[in-house]
């Protein structure tokens, strides 16, 4: 396999681009919005500068990165000649059927369709094309250039050929492939956020405040990062999101977004990147700071 495609070119699009143009791989990025593409170009250029500082690359290394990628924002043509697609646009379930409709229609016949879906089921999105076989969850991790896991998801239908070519692939990509059957939340969400709904849960019956959660499963769990901090940094709406999926997935109340984090979702505090969610985040300063709120202890 040398031809490969990324559609969407987001947060975790541009990592897995990065990714496979350092490998060798062709890369077509594909985004609807011409301004992510070029962010993407800009940010796998300063990751790839940031690597030459640490002297793991060379500046020739980067020149030949960035040469393997090409940017587009006509899905079709993007697609028409590659072997793997590895989609990762926006987290939304019609989306992804539409976009997986036209890459089937598009793509060669004997092309592999993945998806880096967190959280929606495999085994639908195959449904809608003529290939279900041909359709597999390869699940990076955030940020994917460093990140060494990819959970590999089966689909109802995805064939073993298929299956062990992906193990495979992400094997090439320097990743540690895990493999997993497609069930709500695979493993890495079914465990992480639930862990992190009940430390929502713990801070919202006052048990402990923010950073003492937080503290307890640092030191005490050797976490790089407390469960409150973690779903700062990977969104409130995305861990309330995956809630629900959960929670609808298995039907059972143990699966129940906090209130607290539905509210929280609500007010719009959606951790860094609406600048507060358990902390409060200040361009420029790096200090962790209780948000308001809980610094007041007033829930
Ligand atoms: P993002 O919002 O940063 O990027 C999504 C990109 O998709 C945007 O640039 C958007 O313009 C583009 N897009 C929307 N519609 C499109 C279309 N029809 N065709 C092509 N591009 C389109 O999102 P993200 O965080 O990179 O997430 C992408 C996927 O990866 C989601 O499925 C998400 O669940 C999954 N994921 C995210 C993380 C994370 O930590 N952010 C981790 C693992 C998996």
Do not use: W
Request: charged share 20%; proline share 4%.
């Amino acid at each position: 396999m040398t031809n490969v495609a990324v559609v969407g070119a987001g947060t975790m699009g541009n990592g897995i681009a990065h990714v496979f143009a350092q490998c060798g791989f062709a890369v077509q990025l594909v985004d609807v919005r011409e301004a992510a593409l070029d962010d993407a170009l800009a940010t796998i250029a300063k990751n790839l500068d940031r690597m030459i500082r640490k002297e793991k690359i060379t500046e020739a290394d980067k020149s030949a990165t960035l040469g393997r990628i090409q940017t587009s924002t006509d899905l079709s043509t993007a697609v028409a000649g590659v072997e793997l697609v590895v989609e990762a646009a926006t987290e939304n379930v019609d989306l992804k059927l539409d976009i997986f409709r036209q890459m089937d229609a598009a793509a060669p016949a004997d092309a592999i369709l993945a998806t880096n879906t967190s959280s929606i089921s495999i085994t639908k999105i195959a449904a809608v094309t003529k290939r279900p076989g041909q359709v597999i969850g390869m699940h990076f991790m955030n940020p994917v250039p460093v990140m060494k896991l990819v959970e590999v998801i089966r689909g109802y239908a995805t064939t073993d050929t298929v299956t062990n070519t992906i193990m495979d692939l992400a094997a090439k990509l320097g990743k540690v492939p895990t493999l997993a059957n497609d069930y709500p939340g695979f493993v890495a969400n079914r465990i992480l956020i639930p862990m992190i709904n009940e430390a929502i849960h713990t801070l919202h019956e006052g048990v402990a405040g923010v950073k003492e959660i937080d503290t307890v499963m640092k030191l005490g769990m050797a976490h790089p990062m407390g469960p409150l901090q973690l779903a700062d940094f990977i969104g409130l709406d995305v861990c309330l999101a995956i809630c629900r999926v959960l929670q609808e997935g298995f039907g059972q109340g143990k699966y129940a977004p906090s209130p607290l984090l539905v509210n929280m979702v609500m007010a719009g505090k959606l951790g860094r990147k609406s600048g507060e969610g358990f902390y409060l985040y200040t361009p420029g300063s790096k200090d962790l700071v209780v948000a308001p709120t809980f610094a007041r202890g007033n829930l």
